[in-house]
T-cell receptor, first 114, second 114 residues
Framework: DTGVSQDPRHKITKRGQNVTFRCDPISEHNRLYWYRQTLGQGPEFLTYFQNEAQLEKSRLLSDRFSAERPKGSFSTLEIQRTEQGDSAMYLC????????????FGPGTRLTVL | DQQVKQNSPSLSVQEGRISILNCDYTNSMFDYFLWYKKYPAEGPTFLISISSIKDKNEDGRFTVFLNKSAKHLSLHIVPSQPGDSAVYFCAAPRWGGSQGNLIFGKGTKLSVKP
């Protein structure tokens, strides 16, 4: 399967714990995006990378959130001191970054904070 | 501020009939639009897109129409099939143009009944 993959698919954690998610984009894609989706809403942009550079961050990305893409390939999203409001589906997408280039999404990581 | 609006949370149609999903936008900078389909427990899947230089784009059973003066677009599915039952999201690049992070509507849940 050469699509976008995310790990884990599900994560249950207790409030106050740290969690980390991983995204592996399609291999030749140099842009990688993180979105969050809550119930009844569409995906909301969090941040994106071109290669290893983090080029844009949403106001939704509080200081408890950090994302990295150290070698321009896979990316990690870490949430520190999780809160119940962090419960959501975290989606990763990738593309080549050219003109009219569609973003391809992974299956997401469902986070539940108890 | 909801710049991309899908005002119908749900739509039910009979198999073989036409499904029409609507989307409105408020930002005149938007000139490229995408439709994604999402099944439960999966990430969004790209369906079809349209550039503002066109007023129609067709791909098999799916056609998207764009009315720039009304800031309105619609997705037509003809004929509808039970496998089309999913949540459909309208999206546009936040900063205009045809790439970059996307703003999504809240989605419309389509149910196609056999």
């Amino acid at each position: 399967d050469t699509g976008v993959s995310q790990d884990p698919r599900h994560k249950i954690t207790k409030r106050g714990q740290n969690v980390t998610f991983r995204c592996d984009p399609i291999s030749e894609h140099n842009r990688l995006y993180w979105y969050r989706q809550t119930l009844g809403q569409g995906p909301e942009f969090l941040t994106y990378f071109q290669n290893e550079a983090q080029l844009e961050k949403s106001r939704l990305l509080s200081d408890r959130f950090s994302a990295e893409r150290p070698k321009g390939s896979f990316s990690t999203l870490e949430i520190q001191r999780t809160e119940q409001g962090d419960s959501a589906m975290y989606l990763c997408a990738s593309n080549k970054g050219g003109s009219t280039d569609t973003q391809y999404f992974g299956p997401g990581t469902r986070l539940t904070v108890l | 501020d909801q710049q991309v609006k899908q005002n119908s949370p749900s739509l039910s149609v009979q198999e073989g009939r036409i499904s029409i999903l609507n989307c409105d936008y408020t930002n005149s900078m938007f000139d490229y639009f995408l439709w994604y389909k999402k099944y439960p427990a999966e990430g969004p899947t790209f369906l079809i897109s349209i550039s503002s230089i066109k007023d129609k784009n067709e791909d098999g059973r799916f056609t998207v129409f764009l009315n720039k003066s009304a800031k309105h677009l619609s997705l037509h599915i003809v004929p509808s099939q039970p496998g089309d039952s999913a949540v459909y999201f309208c999206a546009a690049p936040r900063w205009g143009g045809s790439q970059g992070n996307l703003i999504f509507g809240k989605g419309t849940k389509l149910s196609v009944k056999p």
